[in-house]
């Protein structure tokens, strides 16, 4: 059976988004840097009784990324919704960063997401059908925040494209902004920015979403292309 595969699963919006679509009995596939990143989310997975494969791969190492995508089709076949999660979150202010590690920012916040989805989404728009969704952020940029603003500026012009050359064949390709800290018990609470994916996921055609915004309050978001 088909499921769900969260690339950056952490202990946040990762691990919540990994137990929302278990809920609903999707088997689900892992994918983060560290072997004990995943036994935690691993764990917090394993009461919805789905079946979970936890797979270790850097995001920014082209390889090791597709053979973890590989290893999941393998194991569920090719998946219903691809959740990209992974991001490289440090504050820094304009000319603070060498070139390199703007380099490095790109890769995790934008270009691991391309090659999720190069690698995933062409199968998916042939089978007709299919949720790409990202992480993104940072709706408006913030000079003590030069890289993520990059990134998140790039994960929503990533979006657009994904949605043009996909949606026309059934991918719905979205993004989730997060516009505050992450934390429990707060109005950034995983557990409810979790939800957004799954309506996203389960959302007719006609009503698809390119965007939804959580703010800490009210959602909004904008249509997508189709």
């Not at 983060?32 to 989310?41: E, F, I, S, Y």
């Not at 090791?64 to 504050?91: C, H, K, M, S, W």
């Not at 042939?126 to 993104?136: E, V």
């Not at 979790?194 to 006609?206: D, K, N, V």
Request: proline share 8%.
């Amino acid at each position: 059976m088909p499921g769900a595969v969260v690339i950056g699963a952490g202990p946040g919006i990762g691990r919540s988004v990994a137990r929302r679509f278990a809920r609903q009995g999707l088997p689900i596939a892992l994918i983060a840097r560290t072997p004990g990143t995943l036994a935690g989310v691993a764990e917090a997975v394993a009461p919805f009784g789905v079946p979970v494969i936890s797979l270790t791969a850097d995001c920014t190492d082209e390889t090791a990324l597709r053979a973890a995508l590989d290893a999941a089709t393998d194991e569920f076949g090719l998946p219903d919704v691809v959740v990209y999660n992974a991001a490289l979150i440090r504050p820094d202010a304009p000319g603070q960063l060498p070139a390199q590690a703007q380099l490095d920012a790109w890769a995790v916040n934008v270009v691991g997401a391309l090659t999720a989805a190069a690698h995933l989404a062409p199968e998916m728009a042939r089978r007709g059908s299919g949720s790409f969704l990202i992480t993104g952020g940072m709706p408006e940029p913030k000079p003590q925040y030069v890289s993520l603003s990059l990134g998140k500026a790039g994960v929503r012009t990533l979006v657009a494209l994904l949605d043009q050359e996909y949606g026309p064949s059934g991918v719905h390709v979205a993004s989730v902004t997060v516009d505050g800290p992450v934390a429990a018990g707060t109005a950034f609470d995983p557990d409810d920015i979790a939800e957004h994916y799954w309506r996203l996921h389960t959302q007719p055609r006609h009503e698809w979403r390119r965007e939804v915004l959580h703010g800490g309050g009210a959602e909004s978001g904008s249509a997508g292309s189709i």
